[in-house]
């Protein structure tokens, strides 16, 4: 059981925009800002595409957006693409021993 | 541009240890900025962080994992290591290895990640 929790999957047409959850306690997302979220494409490592709940590394598209409301993260993808189908899984800073936790990861369908 | 590339066996044996390098390139392991850190990820399952290593040789690991776990580093080298000891089939996965920013704790580049399989 991961410690953030996020939907198993999430579909959407192109064009259209989908928001991905990710819900943790307020000893993670809910007392840090430091809540990143990463892509991974079957076979490919993961990639960096939020991180500090709202900043896009350089070069990330500016589809790729994430917001955080107390203890629950948020990435939006705008104008859905092809290329977007993938694994989708947040990550947060978390207070105590375990220091760093993942969601469980949601798969993107682009229908 | 900073890459990091895994190796070792992809194979270990029942009860063996798991022993895998990460070779970082284009950038120094001493920088300062960074941890070092294994990840890994069970087949079909989600990230699961193993631990962290700073250039000093400080470290912290998952307590989960905190007993069968070492990392160290060879900064002569620019390489980090991992060993898990007393592996059984449930520490089949594909392990990753990836730079930390130290301050605000992304993960901002990733090996591509090798596949151990434990089995006799």
């Known amino acids: 059981q991961s410690a953030l929790t996020q939907p198993a999957s999430v579909s959407g047409s192109p064009g259209q925009s989908i928001t991905i959850s990710c819900t943790g306690t307020s000893s993670d997302i809910g007392s840090y800002n430091f809540v990143s979220w990463y892509q991974q494409h079957p076979g490919k490592a993961p990639k960096l595409i939020i991180y500090e709940v709202s900043q896009r590394p350089s070069g990330v598209s500016h589809r790729f957006s994430g917001s955080k409301s107390v203890n629950t993260a948020s990435l939006t993808i705008s104008g859905l693409q092809a290329e977007d189908e993938a694994d989708y899984y947040c990550c947060s800073y978390a207070a105590g021993s375990t220091r760093q936790v993942f969601g469980g990861g949601t798969k993107l369908t682009v229908l | 541009q900073v890459q990091l590339q895994e190796s070792g066996p992809g194979l270990v044996e029942p009860s063996q240890t798991l022993s895998l390098t990460c070779t970082v390139s284009?950038?120094?392991?001493?920088?300062?900025?960074?941890?070092w850190t294994w990840i890994r990820q069970r087949p079909g399952k989600g990230l699961e962080w193993i631990g962290y290593?700073?250039?000093?040789?400080?470290?912290y690991y998952n307590p989960s994992l905190k007993s069968q776990v070492t990392i160290s580093v060879d900064t002569s080298k620019n390489q980090f290591s991992l060993k898990l000891t007393s592996v059984t089939a449930a520490d089949t996965a594909v392990y990753y290895c990836a730079r930390e920013s130290r301050t605000t704790n992304y993960f901002d580049c990733w090996g591509q990640g090798t596949l151990v399989t434990v089995s006799s």
């Open positions: 284009g950038g120094s392991i001493s920088s300062g900025a960074h941890y």
């Open positions: 290593i700073y250039y000093s040789g400080s470290t």
